[in-house]
Protein backbone atom coordinates (compact mmCIF):
# COMPACT_ATOMS: atom_id res chain seq x y z
CA UNK A 1 0.00 0.00 0.00
CA UNK A 2 1.45 3.28 -0.90
CA UNK A 3 2.30 5.64 1.82
CA UNK A 4 0.99 9.27 2.26
CA UNK A 5 2.54 11.64 -0.42
CA UNK A 6 3.35 15.59 -0.42
CA UNK A 7 4.01 17.63 -2.93
CA UNK A 8 5.85 19.51 -3.75
CA UNK A 9 8.63 18.57 -1.88
CA UNK A 10 10.29 21.43 -1.12
CA UNK A 11 9.26 25.37 -2.23
CA UNK A 12 10.41 28.86 -2.72
CA UNK A 13 8.31 32.02 -1.82
CA UNK A 14 8.84 35.25 -1.51
CA UNK A 15 7.10 36.89 1.25
CA UNK A 16 3.27 38.43 0.67
CA UNK A 17 2.68 35.53 -2.02
CA UNK A 18 0.76 32.74 -1.38
CA UNK A 19 1.70 28.64 -1.51
CA UNK A 20 -0.72 25.51 -1.88
CA UNK A 21 0.47 22.66 -0.68
CA UNK A 22 -1.13 18.62 -1.27
CA UNK A 23 -1.30 15.87 0.56
CA UNK A 24 -2.65 12.78 -0.76
CA UNK A 25 -3.11 9.89 2.33
CA UNK A 26 -3.15 6.47 2.31
CA UNK A 27 -5.96 4.50 0.44
CA UNK A 28 -8.93 3.71 2.94
CA UNK A 29 -7.61 6.95 5.03
CA UNK A 30 -10.29 9.44 5.55
CA UNK A 31 -8.30 11.12 8.43
CA UNK A 32 -5.97 14.12 7.44
CA UNK A 33 -3.89 16.57 9.55
CA UNK A 34 -1.75 19.10 9.06
CA UNK A 35 1.27 19.64 11.08
CA UNK A 36 4.33 22.84 10.75
CA UNK A 37 7.46 22.10 12.37
CA UNK A 38 10.09 24.73 12.64
CA UNK A 39 13.58 24.49 14.81
CA UNK A 40 12.43 26.73 17.23
CA UNK A 41 8.62 25.68 18.04
CA UNK A 42 8.95 21.76 17.16
CA UNK A 43 6.14 20.42 15.84
CA UNK A 44 2.88 22.08 16.08
CA UNK A 45 -0.67 21.08 15.20
CA UNK A 46 -2.58 23.19 12.53
CA UNK A 47 -5.73 21.04 11.69
CA UNK A 48 -7.46 17.70 11.27
CA UNK A 49 -10.04 16.97 8.19
CA UNK A 50 -12.54 13.65 7.94
CA UNK A 51 -14.60 13.30 5.10
CA UNK A 52 -14.51 16.92 3.67
CA UNK A 53 -14.64 18.57 7.25
CA UNK A 54 -12.39 20.21 9.83
CA UNK A 55 -13.00 18.60 12.66
CA UNK A 56 -10.09 20.45 15.15
CA UNK A 57 -8.08 23.63 14.51
CA UNK A 58 -4.63 24.27 16.09
CA UNK A 59 -3.41 27.83 17.12
CA UNK A 60 -2.26 28.99 14.19
CA UNK A 61 -3.44 32.46 12.30
CA UNK A 62 -6.40 32.57 9.67
CA UNK A 63 -3.86 32.70 6.84
CA UNK A 64 -4.00 29.43 7.33
CA UNK A 65 -6.34 27.24 6.30
CA UNK A 66 -6.97 23.76 4.48
CA UNK A 67 -10.01 21.51 2.92
CA UNK A 68 -10.45 18.05 1.83
CA UNK A 69 -11.54 16.61 -0.57
CA UNK A 70 -14.25 13.71 -1.34
CA UNK A 71 -11.28 11.20 -2.45
CA UNK A 72 -9.65 12.63 1.20
CA UNK A 73 -7.02 13.99 -0.89
CA UNK A 74 -6.12 17.28 1.51
CA UNK A 75 -4.53 20.65 0.94
CA UNK A 76 -3.38 23.56 2.34
CA UNK A 77 -3.27 26.96 2.10
CA UNK A 78 -0.88 30.04 3.52
CA UNK A 79 -1.77 33.40 2.06
CA UNK A 80 0.44 36.50 2.85
CA UNK A 81 3.50 34.46 3.48
CA UNK A 82 5.84 35.51 6.38
CA UNK A 83 9.34 34.83 6.76
CA UNK A 84 7.95 33.03 9.96
CA UNK A 85 6.41 30.69 7.83
CA UNK A 86 9.48 29.14 6.71
CA UNK A 87 9.18 25.48 8.33
CA UNK A 88 8.50 21.89 7.07
CA UNK A 89 4.96 20.86 6.64
CA UNK A 90 3.35 17.78 7.43
CA UNK A 91 0.16 15.71 6.24
CA UNK A 92 -0.14 12.16 8.34
CA UNK A 93 -3.17 10.37 7.42
CA UNK A 94 -5.17 7.43 9.62
CA UNK A 95 -7.49 4.90 10.25
CA UNK A 96 -8.12 5.27 13.51
CA UNK A 97 -6.42 6.66 16.89
CA UNK A 98 -3.58 4.47 17.44
CA UNK A 99 -1.68 5.19 14.56
CA UNK A 100 -1.10 8.13 12.10
CA UNK A 101 1.15 7.89 9.08
CA UNK A 102 3.49 10.74 8.16
CA UNK A 103 4.35 12.07 4.65
CA UNK A 104 8.03 12.87 4.20
CA UNK A 105 6.77 16.75 4.25
CA UNK A 106 7.08 20.07 2.25
CA UNK A 107 10.14 22.27 2.66
CA UNK A 108 9.05 25.93 2.58
CA UNK A 109 11.01 28.54 2.59
CA UNK A 110 9.75 32.12 2.91
CA UNK A 111 11.91 34.67 1.17
CA UNK B 1 -4.25 17.30 26.69
CA UNK B 2 -1.42 16.05 29.49
CA UNK B 3 2.04 17.97 29.36
CA UNK B 4 5.02 15.59 28.37
CA UNK B 5 8.73 16.04 30.05
CA UNK B 6 11.72 14.11 28.61
CA UNK B 7 14.94 14.85 28.15
CA UNK B 8 16.66 16.61 25.34
CA UNK B 9 19.21 14.56 24.21
CA UNK B 10 20.61 11.00 25.12
CA UNK B 11 23.76 8.87 23.60
CA UNK B 12 24.59 5.43 23.58
CA UNK B 13 26.44 2.94 21.43
CA UNK B 14 26.27 0.22 19.00
CA UNK B 15 24.35 -2.67 20.63
CA UNK B 16 23.38 -1.04 24.00
CA UNK B 17 19.56 -0.60 25.09
CA UNK B 18 18.31 2.68 25.37
CA UNK B 19 15.73 4.16 28.01
CA UNK B 20 14.04 7.02 27.60
CA UNK B 21 11.66 8.22 30.34
CA UNK B 22 8.83 10.47 29.64
CA UNK B 23 6.97 12.23 32.61
CA UNK B 24 3.51 12.49 32.45
CA UNK B 25 1.84 13.70 36.23
CA UNK B 26 -1.04 14.88 34.82
CA UNK B 27 -1.89 11.90 32.78
CA UNK B 28 -5.86 11.26 32.39
CA UNK B 29 -7.72 8.14 33.25
CA UNK B 30 -8.14 7.57 29.40
CA UNK B 31 -5.10 9.32 27.89
CA UNK B 32 -3.06 6.58 25.91
CA UNK B 33 0.65 6.95 25.93
CA UNK B 34 1.97 6.94 22.47
CA UNK B 35 6.21 7.41 21.07
CA UNK B 36 6.76 8.27 17.48
CA UNK B 37 10.47 8.45 15.71
CA UNK B 38 11.61 10.92 13.21
CA UNK B 39 14.82 11.01 11.09
CA UNK B 40 15.66 14.06 9.91
CA UNK B 41 13.73 15.46 6.84
CA UNK B 42 11.34 12.94 6.91
CA UNK B 43 7.78 12.84 9.48
CA UNK B 44 6.88 10.89 12.63
CA UNK B 45 6.85 7.60 12.46
CA UNK B 46 4.53 5.62 14.88
CA UNK B 47 6.86 3.22 17.02
CA UNK B 48 4.25 2.02 20.08
CA UNK B 49 1.36 3.09 22.21
CA UNK B 50 0.13 1.66 25.64
CA UNK B 51 -1.68 2.69 28.43
CA UNK B 52 -0.71 0.22 31.55
CA UNK B 53 1.57 -2.32 32.45
CA UNK B 54 3.95 -3.34 29.81
CA UNK B 55 3.81 -3.51 25.24
CA UNK B 56 6.10 -5.19 23.06
CA UNK B 57 6.44 -4.88 19.80
CA UNK B 58 9.17 -5.73 17.31
CA UNK B 59 11.03 -2.51 17.26
CA UNK B 60 10.39 -1.46 20.94
CA UNK B 61 9.37 -2.27 24.67
CA UNK B 62 6.87 0.44 26.44
CA UNK B 63 6.91 0.51 30.40
CA UNK B 64 4.05 2.11 32.20
CA UNK B 65 3.75 1.88 36.22
CA UNK B 66 0.45 1.46 37.93
CA UNK B 67 0.36 5.17 38.95
CA UNK B 68 0.65 6.04 34.76
CA UNK B 69 2.72 9.31 35.85
CA UNK B 70 5.42 8.06 33.72
CA UNK B 71 6.77 5.63 31.07
CA UNK B 72 9.87 4.43 29.59
CA UNK B 73 10.34 3.18 25.42
CA UNK B 74 13.33 0.64 25.80
CA UNK B 75 14.92 0.81 22.87
CA UNK B 76 17.18 -3.04 22.43
CA UNK B 77 20.23 -3.49 20.76
CA UNK B 78 20.27 0.25 18.77
CA UNK B 79 22.10 0.66 16.04
CA UNK B 80 23.59 4.05 14.22
CA UNK B 81 20.25 3.90 12.42
CA UNK B 82 18.72 4.44 15.12
CA UNK B 83 19.78 8.02 15.56
CA UNK B 84 16.77 10.23 15.71
CA UNK B 85 14.32 12.21 17.53
CA UNK B 86 11.95 10.54 19.77
CA UNK B 87 8.45 11.99 21.10
CA UNK B 88 6.39 10.92 23.80
CA UNK B 89 2.72 11.81 23.42
CA UNK B 90 0.07 11.56 26.10
CA UNK B 91 -3.95 11.65 24.78
CA UNK B 92 -7.44 10.57 25.10
CA UNK B 93 -8.91 8.64 22.23
CA UNK B 94 -11.58 10.59 20.40
CA UNK B 95 -14.73 9.89 21.26
CA UNK B 96 -16.85 9.83 18.15
CA UNK B 97 -13.91 10.91 16.42
CA UNK B 98 -14.64 14.44 16.83
CA UNK B 99 -11.60 15.86 18.45
CA UNK B 100 -8.27 14.22 16.74
CA UNK B 101 -4.98 15.88 16.98
CA UNK B 102 -1.25 15.19 18.45
CA UNK B 103 0.25 17.59 20.60
CA UNK B 104 3.89 16.94 20.26
CA UNK B 105 6.42 17.81 23.06
CA UNK B 106 10.25 19.01 21.82
CA UNK B 107 11.11 15.08 22.01
CA UNK B 108 14.55 13.24 23.04
CA UNK B 109 17.72 13.56 19.94
CA UNK B 110 19.01 9.93 20.86
CA UNK B 111 22.71 9.81 19.58
CA UNK B 112 23.89 6.21 18.73
CA UNK B 113 27.70 6.07 18.37
CA UNK B 114 29.85 2.96 16.63
Known amino acids: KAGVTQTPRYLIKTRGQQVTLSCSPI?????VSWYQQTPGQGLQFLFE???????NKGNFPGRFSGRQFSNSRSEMNVSTLELGDSALYLC??????????FGPGTRLTVL | LAKTTQPISMDSYEGQEVNITCSHN???????ITWYQQFPSQGPRFIIQ???TKVTNEVASLFIPADRKSSTLSLPRVSLSDTAVYYC???????????????FGAGTTVTVRA
Open chain 1, 92 to 101: ASSLNFNEQF
Open chain 1, 27 to 31: SGHRS
Open chain 1, 49 to 55: YFSETQR
Open chain 2, 26 to 32: NIATNDY
Open chain 2, 50 to 52: GYK
Open chain 2, 89 to 103: LVGEPPRDLTDYKLS
